[in-house]
Each structure stands twice: as C-alpha cells, then as structure tokens.
C-alpha cells in the first residue's frame, strides 16, 4: 500500500551572504507498509524521523527517491490521485495543542476533514461528530467545548477523532504520545489498538520511546543518521537483536523497580 524507494533528503542551507552547505538528513531509505500493519519506526533525537514523516505526508518533496501511495506517485500523480491520498492518509503530532485551532470548538474541529471530502447534511454531519467523540472515549456532550476546555490527554484524543473521520487508510502518528502522561500514554495506544482492530488502518507509528513501540507495532524500523540500520518484524525480534544501537535503545529504558535504581553519585555527570 505505501512504498517508500531510495528516499533522501536534505535541507537547503541558509545563510545570506554565504550559502551555507545543504543540511544530508535521510539517505536511501527504502521499505513498504501492507494494509493493517502497525510500522514502529524508532530512533532517537535527531534521525529523521519526522521529515521522513512529513516526506510520506506530502508536505516535504524529497530530494531523491519516490513514495508511492496505494500505487500513485505521492508528489507527481494528478490532482485527482492527489486528492485521494490526502483523504487516505491522515496524521497525529505530537502537540495536540498547536495541532488544532483554539478558537474552533471540538465539533468543528472533527468535522472539518467532513466538510472539505464530504457531503453531509448538517444533521448527519451533527450525528457522525457525535458518533466520532464517542469513539475516542468523549462524550457527544463535548462538542461545543473549545480546546482551552481539554486536558492534553482529552485534546489527543479530539486530534484523533480527526484523523479518522474519513475512515483513511494510513495514520502517521509522530511522537503522538509523547507528551502525555505515563497513564494518558498507555490510555491512548489502547484506544489507538482498538480503533486499528476496529477499522483495519495501517499506522506509521513514530517514536523515541521503546517501550511504546514495542506495545503498539507488527514491526519496527530502526533509523539512525538518516538511515534505516535495523528492520525487526516483531517486537520479540527487536528485544533479541545483537545490534548495538537496538541494545543501547533497550538498555535506556528507566528501570522498573526501585531495587535497580540509577546511582547518580557513581556516574561521571
Ligand atoms: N526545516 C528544516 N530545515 C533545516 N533542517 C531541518 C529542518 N527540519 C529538520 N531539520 C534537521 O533535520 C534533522 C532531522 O530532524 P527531524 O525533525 O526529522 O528528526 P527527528 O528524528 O524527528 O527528531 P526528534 O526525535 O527530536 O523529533 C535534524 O538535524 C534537524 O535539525
Ligand atoms: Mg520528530
């Protein structure tokens, strides 16, 4: 469904007087997402992820390579194709905050992807925002509430009802978690899980954080340096790979019980 091909990026440099050297930040990344599937793509700061992200969005021409959706040129096809693949592919960022605009309320907000690809009558439009709050675990009643009104935790949620309004066919969720709390986080790879088992949508799940990708993936991508050094097609695969990076991502994860505490007066900070 999504073929990522020898995919390279870099930024342009500035500078006003002197044309600073082009930024390299991804370099040949290649793969394929099926329909369904969960794809982690793990990495730490830095390695690209998000411009790879956006790249497979279409808000970020690359360099070199192509990304092709369900067949279609993501960047060349003609403007009907490119219509499609907007509405196919939606995404989730991390700051649900300045993901939305504040002034809009939380019906108009989930109801704007129905108002650009759909045509509803305001009854049925009333109804399917309804309906879409109440997947995310809101209530109907929340529909006049403006974002000022949410938690981070309950904002996500509304950034999420968006995404899937239109029923597409792949969500980019960058970092989609990583602001919310330990017990937000879990609540919404929970309600993420259910929603894929309930509509069959494939997600790029992007993300520093182990543990998450772990929870939520079928597989996972490894990227480091703007490139893809380690594929594991489970996340029991990824827990026994002798890679080095892959071991030093395990092994930064916070220990679990008091007993295995850091000992911060031993380290050399
Ligand atoms: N618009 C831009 N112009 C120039 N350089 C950029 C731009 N956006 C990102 N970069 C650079 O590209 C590199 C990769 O950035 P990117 O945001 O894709 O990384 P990331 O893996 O998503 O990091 P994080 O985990 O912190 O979100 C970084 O060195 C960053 O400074
Ligand atoms: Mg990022």
């Not at 509803?120 to 000022?148: C, F, I, N, T």
């Not at 017990?183 to 790879?189: A, D, K, M, R």
């Not at 991508?221 to 990824?238: C, E, F, K, R, W």
Request: charged share 20%.
């Amino acid at each position: 469904m999504l073929d990522v091909s020898h995919v390279s990026h870099h930024y342009a440099g500035g500078g006003r007087l002197w044309r600073k050297a082009a930024v390299p930040v991804l370099h040949d990344i290649s793969f394929t997402l099926e329909p369904g599937v969960c794809l982690g793509l793990l990495g730490v700061s830095g390695t690209g992820k998000s411009t790879l992200g956006k790249i497979i969005l279409g808000l970020q021409r690359p360099t070199a390579g192509r990304v092709c959706f369900a067949g279609h040129d993501c960047y060349t096809s003609d403007r009907r194709s490119l219509h499609s693949i907007r509405r196919e592919v939606q995404a989730v960022f991390q700051d649900c905050y300045s993901a939305v605009n504040p002034l809009m309320t939380a019906g108009q907000i989930i109801g704007e992807p129905l108002r650009n690809y759909e045509r509803l009558s305001p009854l049925e439009q009333k109804r399917r925002v309804a309906e879409l709050l109440e997947q995310v675990g809101l209530q109907a009643s929340d529909v006049d509430k403006r974002p000022a009104a949410f938690s981070g935790g309950q904002l996500q949620r509304i950034n999420i009802a968006r995404a899937i309004a239109l029923r597409p066919k792949l969500i980019v969720l960058d970092e989609a978690i990583s602001s919310l709390d330990m017990v937000n986080q879990t609540q919404i790879l929970s309600l993420l899980a259910q929603l894929r088992a309930d509509y069959g949508m494939s997600y790029l799940f992007i993300t520093h954080h182990v543990q998450a990708a772990l929870t939520i993936s079928d597989r996972i991508i490894v990227m480091d340096a703007g490139q893809i050094v380690y594929t594991a097609n489970s996340p029991q695969a990824l827990m026994k790979s002798q890679h080095p990076l892959v071991q030093q991502l395990i092994a930064a994860r916070l220990p679990e019980h008091p007993s295995r505490r850091l000992d911060w007066s031993s380290s050399s900070l």
